[in-house]
């Protein structure tokens, strides 16, 4: 699960404007996953300037910010998390002490965390498929300024 949100977090700095709020939905929603959730959450993300604002059924909530080049994540669960984009290069760090190195390769995003996780994020319109090598898939799909995100285990 980290390795997947670092992973997102990563592409979140490679990409701008709507693929950014589609990407930052997708990791706030994943950064509010746990294995205590239910086996599906659903998550709506609201974007406000370079802020965004998501809240999940299971209570949880995250804001997202983008400053320069920089990220920041914080979620209601403690959790926070700064991915910082170096040209089609994301790195994630997060304070449970995981990193995640993320590449965007066209609307494809391959992703390695140092928990083991491996996770491939591609953008189709404007659905975004996740699928992490620890079982969790993500589909999130805006509309407008608002980003409907659900998560399966």
Not at 9 to 21: F, I, S, T
Not at 60 to 71: A, C, F, M, P, W
Not at 93 to 100: I, M, P, V, Y
Not at 115 to 122: E, I, K, L, P, V
Request: charged share 5%.
């Amino acid at each position: 699960m980290v390795k997947t949100v670092t992973a997102l977090a990563q592409l979140v700095n490679r990409l701008g404007g709507n693929r950014m709020k589609t990407v930052l939905s997708l990791l706030a929603a994943l950064l509010l996953s746990s294995a205590l959730v239910p086996a599906q959450t659903s998550c709506t993300s609201q974007t406000v300037g370079t802020t965004v604002y998501t809240n999940c059924s299971n209570g949880t909530s995250t804001t997202s910010q983008k400053v320069g080049n920089t990220t920041y994540t914080n979620s209601s669960n403690g959790t926070t998390a700064t991915t910082q984009k170096v040209g089609n290069t994301s790195y994630t760090n997060s304070t449970n002490g995981t990193t995640t190195t993320s590449q965007k390769v066209g609307n494809t995003t391959y992703s390695n965390s140092t928990n083991g996780t491996t996770t491939t994020s591609q953008k189709v319109g404007n659905t975004t498929y996740s699928n992490s090598s620890n079982g969790t898939t993500a589909t999130s799909q805006q509309v407008g300024n608002t980003t409907y995100t659900t998560i399966k285990k």
